[in-house]
């Protein structure tokens, strides 16, 4: 992914320490005055004082509706609102007008899904002919999709008599291209996968996936959630069409998000939602609507939330998410050493290469509801269940996995202290 | 006892190890019969129950599932307390446990209906925990459905 001849190092002690102290709530205790170890930052992270002090900021000082008023505080609004949309499009490789807001990134998923349905049903004229399916065309995802880059389209192909077809992953939890030739073919029209598997921490082959879509002229759509937090991501070098992405996931607020497209891609969109804010010319009998971005910004905007969402993406920038990256590098190879417990056994790629700090395992005899109760004991947060990947568990013939996941205030101390923790579990449970 | 150990308790930790009722039988022909499958769509547990009445007496309970250990040990603790008794008794005891899951780890004033849960009484400690109140439910929604379904209820 990542392969620069300088690699920057990691984060020091010091500027880790730095770090964990702009987070608040990494300073609380939890059941029973035990400091909290949150490995839960794949389901959201927790936030920097500078995020939850723009929310504040902006509407102690700025609030008022973006995009119209002759006031200053509009003004002053609209120039916070659009300034956050420049920091996240600079923050994934992306121009301003290619970043969409959006309430998070299953609503950027059902955002494009919708839009090839109103394309299908005839909206958009001739410039939407690429949204348009047509019974018997394809949609190619793959086994390991969270159900946010997995039921929109079964829904799609529902609606449209398109058929949804994807590729397997193997034992380790990687896509198989084994077979690419046979899954992405002359049908296919859409190609839509997860950059980072939610479950598994594994990056997908960006590179072959979006090269065998172009061969056929699909649509090429990035589930980018647990990619973008993590890692250097530049949307332009990846040459995807359509990227979805979430701000909770990335130290910003809960309920934004962004789509980004490729300017012309979003030019030929047809909307999905419509009313307020998104039209050029309103008659009693037909609308004309507004160029993108505006045109998929339907109603008022969760503006301060876009504003945290900005200001978090300077936030990593500043830092340098080369050594994000490398800091979290580290802590994955810490994780999966957990694999090395007795009865431990990781789903997903047992080394640290070409994954990222994210760790879903079973504990042989104990259910992972189990698994987690007992660390919760020890202020240790995991995720457990089937982390809205149930395919994936299939695949895998559990039900029910526990997760750990890192970020960037994470330490190598904390995943000492789970490993530890987790060493007990069996024990707990009296199993041999 | 620390609050995990309160949840965790030995008859759980037993029950869950070697539950009762585990493996769907086929009910007596002319009992009245009725099969639930209930899952926690949250953590993907699930079971299958199959519960048979004779005239007003639940007369057997069989079931299949995968869980936790809590909804695992509330299966068959469960499947051991409502066997033999009356459909009435069983609706009692359906609702003193509701009130017990609902209790917020303090238990239930009512002695008298603790004790008629007998091993079931042990879930106290699951109800300090809001995420676990639905593992140990799953089995007994199952019952509740079979009950209903099996026609046995009027």
Known sequence: ?432 | MSSLEQMYQQVILDHAKRPHGRGLVDPPADHRSGESHQVNPTCGDEITLRVDVDGSTVSGVSWEGQGCSISQASASVMTELVTGHDLSDVARLDAVFHDLMASRGKGLDDEDALDALGDASAFTGVSQYPARIKCALLGWAALKDSLARSGALG
Not at chain 1, 24 to 42: F, I, K, M, Q
Not at chain 1, 405 to 423: G, K, N, Q
Request: proline share 4%; glycine share 8%.
């Open chain 1, 1 to 432: 992914m990542t392969t620069t001849d300088t690699v920057r190092p990691s984060l020091t002690a010091a500027e880790l320490a730095a770090v964990r102290a702009d987070f608040p709530l990494l300073g609380r205790t939890v059941r029973g005055g035990r400091p909290l170890v949150y490995l839960d930052s794949a389901a959201t992270s927790q936030k920097p004082n500078v995020v939850l002090e723009a929310e504040v900021d902006f509407y102690e000082q700025r609030n008022a509706a973006v995009h119209r008023g002759a006031h200053q505080l509009a003004e002053e609004a609209t120039e916070a609102f659009e300034d956050a949309r420049a920091a996240v499009a600079r923050f994934v490789g992306a121009d301003e007008g290619e970043i969409v807001w959006t309430p998070g990134a299953t609503a950027a998923l059902n955002l494009v899904a919708y839009a090839f349905s109103n394309a299908t049903a005839g909206r958009g004229g001739a410039a939407a002919e690429r949204f348009r399916l047509s019974p018997g065309d394809e949609i190619v995802v793959t086994e390991a999709e969270h159900h946010a880059n997995l039921v929109p389209w079964q829904e799609l192909c529902a609606r449209t008599g398109a058929v949804l077809r994807w590729f397997g992953v193997d034992d380790d939890g990687r896509i198989d291209l084994s077979d690419v030739a046979s899954v992405i073919t002359e049908r296919t029209r859409v190609v839509a996968f997860g950059h980072v598997s939610n479950v598994t921490g594994a990056i997908a082959p960006v590179a072959e996936l979006v090269a065998a879509a172009k061969r056929v002229g699909a649509v090429t759509v990035l589930d980018a959630c647990q990619s973008v937090p993590h890692l250097p991501v530049d949307l332009h070098a990846l040459d995807v069409d359509l990227a979805a992405f979430s701000a909770h996931k990335m130290l910003g607020p809960t309920g934004v998000g962004a789509l980004y497209g490729q300017r012309e891609l979003l030019e030929a969109m047809p909307p999905v939602t419509t009313g307020g804010s998104m039209v050029e010319v309103v008659t009693m009998a037909e609308t004309t609507y507004a160029p993108p971005p505006q045109r998929f910004e339907a109603g008022t905007q969760m503006v301060a939330q876009a504003v945290g969402m900005g200001v978090a993406a300077q936030w990593l920038d500043e830092l340098g998410m080369d050594r994000v990256a490398e800091h979290e590098r580290e802590l994955a190879a810490e994780l999966v050493r957990i694999g090395e417990i007795p009865g431990v056994r990781i789903v997903g790629p047992a080394d640290a290469r070409d994954r990222l700090a994210v760790v879903s395992f079973v504990v042989d005899g104990v259910h992972a509801h189990d698994v987690g109760q007992v660390l919760d004991d020890k202020g240790i947060a995991v995720r457990v269940g089937h982390h809205c990947a149930q395919p994936l568990h299939r695949r895998f013939g559990v039900a029910a996995t526990a997760r750990a996941s890192a970020s960037v205030y994470t330490t190598a101390e904390e995943i000492a202290a789970f490993r530890e923790a987790l060493s007990g579990v069996r024990a707990f449970f009296g199993v041999d």
